[in-house]
């Protein structure tokens, strides 16, 4: 009898046991549905939000997008027509035009590249945001390319920002860009060409995806369309690489050197002129670039009065239109009196003294000479010299000369 009883009670207790799985399956099963129930509302309801949050970075995204489109025709129409700008007067230069127009799209495309990296946040769906962004900076990496190549070929350099110091110094070096050669120059424009045609297929690849709503299901987003460089336009890598040969051959682009020395005036001033058409004694010499001239000392002298020291105000005028480097300015100043006059005081007797100057084309610049010692009673010649930089064929203007008279 007792082990009757045993056999019943195992039978109850495996019965308990299948209705404890089947309850706890159940359960779980009850979960499981309301879980994947919460994920499909959460989802049903962010969908709104996605879809807001894609179309309005498509909203700020798109004004962006139309001004880097105005920087690649405004760089087209640069470079397609560099080769036939014609020359005006300083400082309207064809160089300086063409400079102009590649600092202004450097400009504008690295700024269009910090706009749309800082569209975000909030955050578009997928890699929407990063791969504009990183097209906009491939971009502006491009044109960097090409104008920093186009500046190489022709022996220019990014033009001075307005209000900028200008430096006058005896170690700086020139602002100017290396030389390349054609050959070189044809490579590298056709590489950055290269580069801006594959910015311009990633940019259509991401522009098609987002217009047939393939960016997480959040809907169609449309972007304005943007091509700097379609087959046979100027910024494609073909057209690049062919314009390096014409700008090189431009009449108008090829560098023309010419520094003169457009003001000298004297401290201490001059005595004023017996007579008021009396050149001479004005102490101030003035030439322009129009008409530059070198002067020599006349019969008649330029009167100081009592010093011990006499200051040449320089004033250089760079009026090619290359910038230049380092170019030597000299004062010397020697005794003219005749032969046997009484010496003047040890260290009057003449000296010298230079500095070298940077300068850009079209821009004039004083100089910070040195005194240079004289003595009272006596004549000197002063001479202000500027030697010409290398490719300057005509050297008017580039040396002044005054007959100076020290009162007693």
């Not at 007792?2 to 359960?27: D, K, L, Q």
């Not at 070298?356 to 202000?384: E, F, I, R, W």
Request: charged share 10%; net charge neutral.
């Amino acid at each position: 009898m007792p082990r009757a009883r045993h056999r019943r009670r195992g039978r109850r207790s495996g019965r308990r046991s299948v209705g404890a799985v089947i309850t706890a399956s159940i359960i779980i099963l009850v979960l499981g549905v309301l879980i994947v129930g919460s994920v499909v509302e959460i989802h049903a309801q962010s969908a709104p939000y996605r879809r807001m949050t894609d179309q309005g970075y498509a909203q700020l995204a798109s004004p962006v997008i139309e001004a880097s489109n105005q920087t690649g025709a405004r760089l087209a129409a640069v470079i397609n027509a560099a080769p036939t700008i014609p020359n005006q007067r300083l400082p309207n230069t064809a160089r300086g035009e063409i400079q102009q127009g590649l600092d202004a799209a450097v400009s504008t495309s690295s700024e269009e590249a910090r706009q749309a990296k800082q569209l975000t946040p909030p955050t578009p769906s997928d890699d929407v945001a990063q791969q504009l962004t990183a097209i906009f900076a491939d971009r502006a990496a491009a044109v960097v390319e090409v104008a920093g190549t186009i500046d190489q070929l022709l022996g220019m350099a990014p033009l001075s920002i307005a209000g900028a110091p200008t430096t006058t110094t005896t170690t700086s070096s020139s602002n100017s860009a290396a030389l390349i050669s054609v050959g070189q120059a044809s490579q590298q424009l056709a590489a950055g060409g290269t580069q801006i045609e594959r910015t311009d297929r990633a940019y259509a690849a991401l522009a098609a995806r987002l217009r047939h709503g393939n960016n997480t299901g959040s809907g169609p987003i449309r972007l304005p369309a943007s091509t700097w460089a379609p087959p046979g336009a100027p910024l494609s890598s073909t057209q690049l690489g062919d314009s390096a040969a014409p700008l090189k051959a431009a009449v108008a682009l090829v560098p023309f050197h010419q520094m003169v020395i457009t003001a000298v005036g004297l401290t201490p001033p001059a005595v004023p002129a017996a007579t008021p058409n009396d050149a001479a004694g004005s102490g101030i010499i003035g030439t322009s670039c129009d008409a530059p001239n070198s002067t020599v000392a006349g019969p008649t002298p330029t009167r100081l009065p009592p010093t011990s020291s006499v200051t040449p105000l320089v004033t250089v005028t760079n009026c090619g239109t290359v910038d230049e480097a380092n170019v030597m300015v000299t004062e010397t100043l020697a005794l003219a009196e005749p032969t046997g006059a009484v010496p003047p005081p040890v260290g009057a007797s003449g000296s010298s003294a230079r500095t070298k100057v940077n300068t850009v084309s079209g821009q004039s610049q004083s100089l910070s000479l040195p005194a240079l010692n004289v003595a009272k009673g006596h004549d000197y010649t002063l001479t202000v010299t500027l030697t010409p930089p290398t490719g300057q064929a005509d050297p008017a203007g580039t040396s002044q000369q005054f007959l100076l008279q020290i009162v007693s």
